[in-house]
């Protein structure tokens, strides 16, 4: 199993410029969640969908990020425009969920952004 | 709402000696509870979890958690660490009713294991 696969893994952008990080779940997972990774702030989670919907998004931070699933295989994080206080490491995890809840969440590598 | 507490924000400790890494949580509601281990420049990777059953949880690499209700932890120990164990450690709840998915993480302590 390749795992969860995410690009690019690091990116250098300056302010004002568009990033898009990409990801790709573990084939037959069905929720896939974006989290950010800051050393003031840990670990956020930012958005979550099931099944390709987007269900939870109260963690994003403003209107400049916006997440789409536009099928199972595949998922973006969008910050434009973007700040240097988005500088941080953006994970991807999915997982197989049932109803009966506890599954595990399995993380990608990571994107490091830079937004200098 | 639920928060999770790691008590200890670095850990260093000799190869071979025994470690515990702390973890405390509040919540309202039971939970599931997790830890994950984090490798320099890695995502994160699942060590154990408790859901229910044997409040002792044996995970991958030779680590295990405790689980105690009444005391709301669940604490990470291992008997005899390699310096392969040099990482991130992030404990992690979720609410077990049906459908909940949203991981609330600790800050995470840093284990550094010196030779």
């Known amino acids: 199993d390749a795992g969860v696969i995410q690009s690019p893994r690091h990116e250098v952008t300056e302010m004002g410029q568009e990033v898009t990080l990409r990801c790709k779940p573990i084939?037959?997972?069905?929720?896939l969640f974006w989290y950010r990774q800051t050393m003031m702030r840990g670990l956020e989670l930012l958005i979550y969908?099931?099944?390709?919907?987007?269900?939870?998004d109260s963690g994003m931070p403003e209107d400049r990020f916006s997440a789409k699933m536009p099928n199972a295989s595949f998922s973006t994080l969008k910050i434009q425009p973007s700040e240097p206080r988005d500088s941080a490491v953006y994970f991807c995890?999915?997982?197989?969920?049932?109803?009966?809840?506890?599954?595990?969440?399995?993380f990608g590598p990571g994107t490091r952004l830079l937004v200098l | 709402a639920q928060s999770v507490t790691q008590l200890d924000s670095q850990v260093p400790v000799f190869e071979e000696a025994p470690v515990e890494l702390r973890c405390n949580y509040s919540?309202?509601?039971?939970?599931?509870l997790f830890w994950y281990v984090q490798y320099p420049n890695q995502g994160l990777q699942l060590l154990l979890k408790?859901?229910?059953?044997?409040?002792l949880v044996k995970g991958i690499n030779g680590f295990e958690a405790e689980f105690n209700k009444s005391q709301t932890s669940f604490h990470l120990r291992k008997p005899s660490v390699h310096i392969s164990d040099t990482a991130e450690y992030f404990c992690?709840?979720?609410?077990?009713?049906?459908?909940?998915?949203?991981?609330?993480f600790g800050q995470g302590t840093r284990l550094t294991i010196n030779p």
């Open positions: 084939s037959g997972h069905n929720s």
């Open positions: 919540s309202s509601v039971s939970v599931y």
């Open positions: 995890a999915s997982s197989l969920w049932t109803s009966g809840g506890g599954e595990t969440q399995y």
């Open positions: 992690a709840v979720i609410p077990s009713y049906q459908g909940a998915q949203k991981l609330v």
């Open positions: 408790y859901l229910s059953g044997s409040t």
């Open positions: 969908f099931n099944n390709n919907v987007p269900i939870d």
